[in-house]
């Protein structure tokens, strides 16, 4: 064992590369409102909240920065962490720090479920920080420079959970900030690994360590979006609910700096007080899953929260409270006895969303989907290298034997995203979610002059128009429509047309995609007829 180092390490915290290929890169949004990305790493600034104050730390985000020579040269320790959309450059941060004769440690949501992809790394730490860090500190300081630390699964006192370390971002990086109230999610979704990582039971933050943190961000300058990354932010209702009346207290002592968006279950509908105490709390916009319009699919996937209800009703009500929406749809379930492709673009055009994240089912590993394919003999392994082209289950989805043919799964995932990402279809939506979003009784809301780049100023339109694939007259017309008939919700109707600035043309590159997919499928057979030859020999 070496000896423990005489000073204070310094901490290189590197924030790995999210693959470009992917629905959430948004990248030509970010470059219109002079943004680099659009999330910043609050799980690494999480984590380093948790080392010792002693420590010298250094974040580098390279979604957003460059990795320097002069950086590792500083460094005594390497930390790495991140998602499965991450694994190709996580991989590669492990390969430069080892070449820089550097020790590195990884963790995060990719290492804790498939850590034998990152076994290279001298360290790993898997599961939530907050339980194993302590014991990797330790080592650490201990003088041992290898070694694997595991937490016990879903125990983790998030009510300890420090400050996130927001002194170490550039706010002017990212598009938005996130902060967590909680963790899990009460429902059992046959393919999300949230319940797998963080358990059924949410675990909650308490009200003054939440509003701390508000309190840190404000007092660091930052103003404008704040994002509540939580799996599920209404899976505990009750917590929800006593802490949104605060957070409301909160804005207005400080002059409503932040504007809020968060994901939640489509249940939120159901309860119109926690729709009002929402609107109340500036929360302006949603993000959930409908994955499917097929009730026996939700039944089978296990997604029962979505079933006995009319979807389009639902998140109509949610328009009403307020609240724009965004949504996450799945092709490839076992219950898809035929084509989805209508039911399913006409449930997104009846709902009128318009950043509706249709995907590929992918089995994540270690959930229960994976698990039942593993034992059907139908999972595919994971790749060891992630194509440069595919980044996300957009066009990495499907790593099983589908009971449908495959041929047909990826006709109608195509049908769907050529029909929903024509121009003239995602401005249809945005009309129309126009005249649903209502925004005249919201008492608090965060000043023009306090929004991400000034979003919804004479230049940040002119520029945006300037940029929307053609046809732009429609793009126009539809803002000349959302300004006249909507001006109290326009600047959030322009932040969700500015999007389309990146899923127009992603759209088109899954397309693609997924054409060159049908096409070597449908080249299988012609390949398979073809006479065996003598093999050439290689000339000397």
């Known amino acids: 064992m070496a000896s423990p180092a005489a000073h204070a390490p310094n901490v290189l915290l590197v924030y790995p590369r999210f693959a470009a290929a992917t629905f959430w890169n948004f990248a030509a949004t970010c470059e219109l409102m002079g943004a680099r990305y659009p999330a910043a790493p609050l799980g690494l600034i999480t984590v380093a ?217 489509l249940n939120l509908a159901d309860d119109g007080e926690l729709l009002r105490l929402m609107n109340e709390a500036n929360f302006v916009g949603v993000f959930t899953g409908i994955e499917s319009p097929d009730p026996e699919t939700l ?10 209800r009319n979807i389009a009703e639902s998140i109509h009500r949610i328009y009403a409270a307020g609240m724009f929406v965004t949504a996450g749809f799945i092709v490839g379930f076992d219950n898809e006895k035929g084509s989805i492709a209508d039911a399913m673009v006409e449930l997104i055009e009846e709902a009128a969303i318009p950043v509706a994240m249709v995907g590929l089912l992918y089995a994540l590993p270690n959930t229960q989907l994976a698990r039942r394919l593993t034992r059907e003999g139908r999972l595919h392994r994971l790749p060891e290298i992630i194509p440069a082209n595919y980044g996300d289950q957009c066009t990495l989805g499907l790593n099983f034997d589908t009971l449908r043919p495959q041929r047909e799964v990826l006709a109608d995932y195509e049908r769907i995203l050529r029909r929903v990402y024509e121009p003239e279809a995602f401005a249809g939506r945005l009309r129309r979610l126009a005249a649903l979003l209502d925004n005249s009784s919201r008492k608090r809301q965060t000043r023009a002059s306090d929004a991400r780049k000034k979003f919804g100023g004479a230049e940040m339109l002119h520029r945006l128009l300037a940029n929307v694939p053609e046809p732009r007259d429609v793009f126009r017309e539809t803002l000349a429509h959302c300004l006249a008939t909507n001006p109290r919700s326009v600047r959030w109707l322009i932040a969700l047309m500015a999007l389309y600035l990146h899923l127009g043309p992603f759209s088109r590159h899954v397309i693609r995609e997924i054409e060159l997919k049908i096409d070597l499928l449908d080249a299988e057979p012609a390949i398979a007829a073809m006479p065996a030859r003598e093999p050439v020999a290689l000339a000397n």
């Open 299 to 308: 039944n089978q996937m296990r997604k029962k929260q979505n079933t006995r």
């Open 49 to 265: 909240a948790l080392l010792p104050s002693s420590w010298n730390l250094r974040l580098v985000d390279r979604n957003a920065e460059e990795l320097r020579e002069a950086d590792l040269d500083w460094a005594d320790l390497v930390l790495t962490g991140g998602m499965l959309a991450q694994h190709n450059d996580l991989l590669e941060v492990i390969r430069i720090a080892q070449a820089h004769d550097r020790p590195i440690a990884v963790g995060g949501p990719g290492p804790t479920s498939v850590p034998d992809a990152y076994r290279h790394a001298d360290f790993q730490v898997l599961g939530e920080a907050e339980g194993i860090i302590g014991r990797f500190i330790a080592a650490w300081e201990q003088g041992e420079r290898n070694g694997v630390f595991e937490a016990e699964k879903f125990t983790a006192d998030v009510t300890t959970t420090p400050i996130p370390r927001f002194d170490l971002l550039n706010f002017d990086y990212y598009l938005h900030i996130g902060v967590q109230f909680s963790r899990g999610c009460p429902f059992t979704c046959e393919f999300c690994d949230i319940i797998e990582l963080y358990g059924r039971v949410p675990r909650m933050k308490t009200n003054p360590q939440m509003l701390a943190e508000l309190d840190e961000l404000y007092r660091l300058g930052y103003r404008g979006h704040v994002d509540f990354v939580d799996d599920n932010l209404i899976g505990n209702k009750k917590a929800v609910k006593a802490f949104l009346p605060d957070l409301a207290r909160w804005l207005d002592a400080h002059g409503c700096p932040f504007e809020f968006t968060t994901e939640a279950s």
